[in-house]
């Protein structure tokens, strides 16, 4: 159908209530993008169900009573990006890290474990390169390097986001 996705799972509330979250990623002007008036959780919560009562009405069941823990919702949207990493600020450079350089959609929840591989990656590239200048060179051969490694994981977090390739929706049609 290409809407996008609806992610269930369960976790414990703050309080160490069972419950779960509720997650729609939507691709922009699909029949899910209902979302833009939505301006409380409640509204979110409704909208969602009636996605599933119109789409997927055989899971409906588990959605029809469901409510919202403190009234806790987020909604919004972004865009994948890969950006410069070296900010220059007058005669300073100053190497970026996690989100400010590299933005995946959070679809397979790489973008907490690519910002804590990369600020690992830096701090031995930082301790290899011992008390040379961190200029802007170093700073973006620090990055390229880290960039051989995560481009993969970009390309990870994107196929995510696209139609399944043939031969994937065959292995999840025979799994199901």
């Known amino acids: ?3 996008g996705e609806i992610i269930t799972a369960p976790f414990y509330h703050k309080d160490g209530v069972q419950c779960a979250f509720f997650l729609i990623e939507i691709v922009p002007g699909s029949i ?6 939505a301006t409380s959780g409640a509204e979110i919560l409704q909208k969602g169900k009636e996605i ?12 029809e009573n469901a409510e919202l823990a ?3 919702f987020l909604r919004g949207s972004l865009t994948a990006v890969v950006r410069k990493p070296v900010l220059q600020l007058g005669a300073s450079a100053i190497l970026e890290m996690g989100d400010t350089v590299i933005l995946n959609d959070p679809i397979v929840g790489q973008g907490g474990n690519n910002a804590i591989k990369m600020a690992d990656a830096y701090a031995r590239s930082i301790l290899e390169h011992g008390t ?3 200029d802007a060179h170093w700073m973006d051969k620090t990055f390229e390097a880290f960039w051989d490694y995560s481009k993969y994981v970009n390309h990870f977090s994107d196929i995510f986001l696209l139609p399944p390739a043939p031969h994937v929706a065959e292995i999840l049609g025979e799994a199901s």
């Not at 997927?56 to 588990?62: G, M």
């Open 52 to 63: 599933i009562k119109n789409l997927v009405p055989w899971r409906f069941d588990v959605f």
């Open 70 to 72: 403190d009234n806790n």
């Open 32 to 37: 899910i993008d209902v979302f833009d008036e």
């Open 132 to 134: 040379a200048a961190f």
């Open 1 to 3: 159908m290409g809407a």
